[in-house]
C-alpha cells in the first residue's frame, strides 16, 4: 500500500519541510508470521548534552544505590546469622542468588526495554525491589529470605541495571564513551560508600533496620526514574504500489542489504531453533536502517533485475516525545530530509512537520513534572551497539558511516543508520501484549546458540564463569575473615570501601589502557594478579597488606565489566555483540550462583584461607583459559573462508 502524505500539527509552521521520497519496493515478510508488510527502519536521535546530562546524573545514583546494596551484603552477614540463627556459610547463598538473577535476567529485562521502554522497567524495577526488601524487613526463616531477597529483589535490580546502563548510550554519541564510563563508576562508588553505612546501621539497629533503610533508598529509584523521558525517533517506511514486487532477507546482512525479486511468493530463510522457541527472527535476520535507506535511495540490489523501475516510496515519519524535542535535534532531522540524493523531482512531494512544544522543556522542574508517554514504536534494542561501552571511534561500522558519507551530506545521524536494524511494521503497529514481537525479537537475538558452536566463544563464556565462581568472596567474606585475625572491626568496614574506590579506578584507566594495547591480554594479566593478590591475601593480615590487596584486587577485576564488549567486538564483530553479551551474562549468573556458597563448604571444613585461595584460583583459570580465544578465532574464520570458496 502507498504511504499517504504525513502531516505532523505545529506550533511553528515555519519548521515545515517538503521532501520528495525515492523508490522502495513492497515486502512481503514470512519472518513474522507470513504477512505481506513493509520493512521499516527505526532510529533514536541522540541528544548529546541537554537533557541527556541529567539522565546521566540519575543512572548514577541508580547504579549507585542498586550495587551499593547488591554487593555489600557482607556487612550485614554477622548480624542476620544471630539473629535467624542460620549458619554465615549457607547465608550467603540469599546474597549469591540475587546477584545471580541480576545477570541471568538481563535477556529478559532486555526485551522488557524493547517492550515498554527504559522508564518503565526501571520504575518497575524500583517498585519490585523495594517490596522485596520490606518483605525480607519481617522474614524469619532462610526460605522467606531466599525467594524475596534473593528471587525478586534479584529480578527487580535486572531491571534496574538494564535501564540505567544502557540509557545513557542513546542519548550519547560523541561523548557516549565518557557519559558510560561516569554512570558505571557508580557501583563502585556505591559500594565504597554504602559498605561502611550498612556497617554502622547494623551495629546501631540490626541488619532488619538497614534492610528497610534499603527499600526506602530503592524507592527513591522509582522517582529518579522518571527522568528517562522518551527521545526522539524516526521511522524509515518503504512501500510500494506494485503488489507483485517483493523482497526476501539474504542470510548475511551486514553486506548485502535486501535481495529484490519479482515474484509472488517470498523465498524465507529456515528458522532456527532459538527463533522457533521464541517465534521470532533474531536481529542478523534483519538490514541495518542505513541499507534500507541506502537501498531505496539508490535503487541497488544484490542481483540484477527489473527492480530499479521507479515503483517505490520513502516516508519518513519523526515520533517526537510529548515534552517536544530539542532545536539540535530538531536540525538533524531537517536535514537528514533535506539531504541531496533524497530529493527526486519526478516523485510526489511529502510534507513533513515536526512538532514543537517549547513550553514543556522549559526548566528541570517542568521536565520532570511533565510525564511522556513512551513511543510505541521505539525499538531500543534492535541497535548492535545497545551493549558497547567502548569508544566510538574504533567501531569500523563508525569509521565507515562518516567516511563513507561526502561532508556536504551529512545528516549527523549516519551511525545510528548503521547500526540500528530494521524492523517491519506489523512489529512497529504491535500495542498490545507483554511478549510482543519486539520483545521476543531480542529474546531471539540474545540466546541464540550459534556461537556456542564455536570453541573460542566457549572460551570466553568459560572465563566469564570462573571468575565469578571467585568475584564475591572478598566482598562478603573480607570483613569477617579480618576481624577474625585481628584487625580492629573500624577498620574492617572499610575494606570493602576500597575495593570500591580502586574499582572505579580500573574502570577508568584500564578502560583507556584497552584502547592501546589487545584487550584480551589486558584482561588476562588483569585476572592473574586479582587472582594472585586474592591467594597471596592469607599470608599477611597487617592492616596496610590488607588495604594493598583489597586495591589490587578491586582495580584489576574491574575488567571483567569494563572490557566484556570490547573483548566481544574485536573478536566477532558488533553485529555479534547482543548475541554475545546474552549468553556471557547467563554463565556470569551461574558462576555467581556457585560463588560464596561454595567458600561457605570450604570456610566451615578448611577455614578462611582455603575459602580465598579457592577464590584466587578460579579468577586466574578465568584469566588463563582466555588466552588461546584468539588463536581459536582465527582457525575458525580460516576454516569458513575455506567453506565458502569450496562451495
Not at 505481506?36 to 527502519?41: G, V
Not at 520483545?439 to 541464540?448: K, Y
Not at 566463544?457 to 566482598?475: I, N, Q, R
Request: charged residues 15%; aromatic residues 10%.
Amino acid at each position: 500500500m502507498a504511504p499517504k502524505p504525513i502531516l505532523v500539527k505545529t506550533t511553528e509552521p515555519s519548521k515545515s519541510i517538503l521532501f520528495t521520497p525515492s523508490r522502495v519496493v513492497s515486502r512481503p515478510d514470512n519472518l513474522e508470521g507470513g504477512e505481506e508488510t513493509e520493512i521499516a527502519a527505526q532510529i533514536s536521535v541522540p541528544q548529546d548534552g541537554g537533557w541527556g546530562w541529567v539522565v546521566l546524573a540519575s543512572a548514577f545514583i541508580s547504579i549507585f544505590i542498586l550495587d551499593g546494596v547488591a554487593f555489600t551484603f557482607g556487612s550485614l552477614l554477622n548480624d542476620m546469622s544471630l539473629d535467624l540463627k542460620i549458619t554465615t556459610s549457607l547465608l550467603p547463598l540469599v546474597n549469591s542468588i540475587s546477584v545471580a538473577i541480576y545477570f541471568i535476567a538481563g535477556p529478559l529485562a532486555s526485551a522488557f526495554i524493547n517492550r515498554f521502554g527504559f522508564r518503565a522497567c526501571i520504575m518497575s524495577g524500583s517498585i519490585i525491589s523495594a517490596f522485596s526488601l520490606l518483605t525480607s524487613y519481617f522474614s524469619t526463616n532462610f526460605t522467606s529470605l531466599c525467594v524475596f531477597y534473593g528471587c525478586f529483589a534479584g529480578f527487580g535490580y535486572c531491571l534496574i541495571n538494564m535501564a540505567a546502563c544502557l540509557i545513557v548510550g542513546f542519548y550519547f554519541e560523541k561523548l557516549r564513551s565518557l557519559a558510560l564510563a561516569i554512570a558505571t563508576t557508580g557501583s563502585s562508588f556505591g559500594v565504597m560508600i554504602m559498605s561502611p553505612v550498612n556497617t554502622y546501621l547494623s551495629n546501631l539497629a540490626g541488619w532488619r533496620t538497614t534492610t528497610l533503610f534499603h527499600s526506602g533508598l530503592f524507592g527513591l529509584i522509582f522517582f529518579i526514574g522518571m527522568t528517562f523521558q522518551p527521545l526522539l525517533s524516526l521511522t524509515v517506511m518503504k512501500t510500494t504500489d506494485d503488489p507483485t514486487r517483493t523482497v526476501t532477507y539474504l542470510p548475511n546482512l551486514s553486506t548485502a542489504g535486501l535481495k529484490s525479486h519479482t515474484k509472488s511468493k517470498t523465498e524465507g530463510l529456515v528458522p532456527t531453533a532459538t527463533e522457533r522457541l521464541f517465534g521470532a527472527a533474531s536481529n542478523l535476520n534483519f538490514p541495518t536502517a542505513a541499507a534500507v535507506v541506502d537501498d531505496s535511495v539508490h535503487g541497488t540490489t544484490s542481483q540484477p533485475g527489473p527492480s530499479t523501475a521507479a515503483v517505490s516510496k520513502l516516508t519518513l515519519t519523526a515520533n517526537t516525545p510529548q515534552a517536544g524535542i530539542s532545536p539540535r535535534q530538531l536540525k538533524q532531522v531537517q536535514s537528514i530530509i533535506s539531504k541531496p540524493n533524497l530529493n527526486d523531482k519526478n516523485k510526489k512531494a511529502v510534507e513533513l512537520t515536526v512538532n514543537i512544544e517549547s513550553s514543556k522543556t522549559t526548566g528541570c522542574c517542568g521536565r520532570l513534572c511533565q510525564w511522556d508517554e513512551h513511543i510505541p514504536q521505539s525499538r531500543p534494542m534492535y541497535r548492535d551497539d545497545a551493549f558497547y561501552e567502548g569508544k566510538l571511534e574504533k567501531l569500523p561500522a563508525y569509521q565507515k558511516s562518516m567516511l563513507e558519507t561526502p561532508t556536504e551530506g551529512k545528516t549527523g545521524l549516519e551511525y545510528q543508520l548503521a547500526v540500528s536494524r530494521a524492523a517491519t511494521a506489523v512489529d512497529l503497529r504491535e500495542r498490545r501484549g507483554v511478549f510482543t514481537t519486539a520483545a521476543r525479537r531480542v529474546l531471539a537475538t540474545m540466546m541464540g546458540p550459534k556461537l556456542l558452536k564455536k570453541k573460542s566463544f566457549l572460551c570466553l563464556c568459560m572465563a566469564g564463569l570462573l571468575v565469578y565462581v571467585g568475584f564475591l568472596v572478598p566482598y562478603v567474606y573480607i570483613q569477617m575473615r579480618n576481624e577474625m585475625e585481628g584487625i580492629p572491626a573500624k577498620d574492617c568496614s572499610l575494606f570493602v570501601s576500597v575495593i570500591g574506590l580502586s574499582n572505579a579506578a580500573g574502570r577508568i584507566i584500564l578502560g583507556a589502557i584497552a584502547c592501546k594495547m589487545e584487550p584480551v591480554n589486558l584482561f588476562s594479566i588483569s585476572m592473574l594478579i586479582a587472582g594472585a593478590s586474592t591467594i597471596l591475601s592469607n599470608f599477611s593480615f597487617t592492616l596496610y597488606a590488607q588495604y594493598l590487596y583489597c586495591f589490587l584486587f578491586g582495580f584489576f577485576i574491574s575488567c571483567m565489566a569494563s572490557l566484556r564488549s570490547t573483548i566481544i567486538v574485536s573478536i566477532y564483530g558488533l553485529d555479534n555483540l547482543t548475541n554475545a553479551t546474552g549468553i556471557m551474562l547467563l554463565f556470569q549468573g551461574l558462576g555467581s550462583l556457585f560463588s560464596t556458597p561454595l567458600a561457605g563448604v570450604l570456610k566451615d571444613f578448611f577455614g578462611f584461607s582455603a575459602a580465598f585461595i579457592n577464590a584466587g584460583a578460579f579468577i586466574i583459570l578465568g584469566g588463563l583459559i582466555i588466552l588461546p580465544i584468539k588463536k581459536f578465532a582465527r582457525e575458525e574464520r580460516d576454516k569458513e573462508t575455506n567453506t565458502s570458496r569450496n562451495k
